[in-house]
Nanobody
Framework: QVQLVESGGGLVQAGGSLRLSCAAS????????MGWFRQAPGKEREFVAT????????DYANSVKGRFTISRDNAKNTVYLQMNSLKPEDTAVYFC????????????????????WGQGTQVTVSS
């Protein structure tokens, strides 16, 4: 099992930047594909970004491509989400997720593909 703790959320003006971090417990972090999802009030949780076990492969939701960057540091058991050019519509609770995978290239992008979730961190973008 793995436990996930997100941090780095907060209030930022439109056009600003934030970097979210997700720290994972355990010694097998590099066995997990990692993802970021978000849930705005009244909406379903949606995919934001995913990264493969050692990071060569990533994928993004169309709404964040070119603005957000997912990365990971397996030595620190941490995955990051760098968010630039933030918009009010990015306001949501952001969740980190982990899924154990065999392949080095798997990049899950659906809620149901992930077994482990963090508690979430609030990101609010003011206009």
């Amino acid at each position: 099992q793995v436990q996930l703790v997100e941090s780095g959320g907060g209030l930022v003006q439109a056009g600003g930047s934030l970097r979210l971090s997700c720290a994972a417990s355990g010694r097998t972090f590099s066995s997990y594909a990692m993802g970021w999802f978000r849930q705005a009030p009244g909406k379903e949780r949606e995919f934001v970004a995913t990264i493969s076990r050692t990071g060569p492969r990533t994928d993004y939701a169309n709404s964040v491509k070119g603005r957000f960057t997912i990365s990971r540091d397996n030595a620190k058991n941490t995955v990051y989400l760098q968010m630039n050019s933030l918009k009010p519509e990015d306001t949501a609770v952001y969740f980190c997720a982990a899924e154990p995978v065999w392949s080095m290239t798997t990049i899950p992008s659906k809620n149901a593909e992930y077994d482990y979730w963090g508690q979430g961190t609030q990101v609010t973008v003011s206009s």
